[in-house]
């Protein structure tokens, strides 16, 4: 079982960087692979990066390929997601979520455990 943890959201304007951080409990940690999905008021969940297990593979959507990073520090428990240059349509809740399968899947089904959320709001 993995208990998930979001941090770092909040208020910033256009241009600027977040960094949101998710702690996770558990022992094995290290053989999920993790993602970062996000919800805007109205709109269903979207998956946005996620990282494998080890780190040595990453994915995005193409709206954030340059601007966001995905990383993980297994000897604590953390994924990040970096997010840099933050645009309007960034707004959203931004979740993570914990997969046993380390196939880097984009569908929220083939996530089992999944934090509360932290909400990321960019002005213009």
């Known amino acids: 079982q993995v208990q998930l943890v979001e941090s770092g959201g909040g208020l910033v304007q256009a241009g600027d960087s977040l960094r949101l951080s998710c702690a996770a409990s558990?022992?094995?940690?290290?053989?999920?692979?993790m993602a970062w999905f996000r919800q805007a008021p109205g709109k269903e969940r979207l998956f946005v990066a996620s990282i494998s297990w080890s780190g040595s593979r990453t994915y995005y959507i193409d709206s954030v390929k340059g601007r966001f990073t995905v990383s993980r520090d297994n000897a604590k428990n953390t994924v990040f997601l970096h997010m840099n240059s933050l645009k309007p349509e960034d707004t959203a809740v931004y979740y993570c979520a914990a997969s046993s399968s380390d196939s880097g899947v984009a569908s929220p089904y083939a996530y089992d455990h999944w934090g509360q959320g932290t909400q990321v709001t960019v002005s213009s």
């Open positions: 558990g022992r094995t940690f290290s053989r999920y692979h």
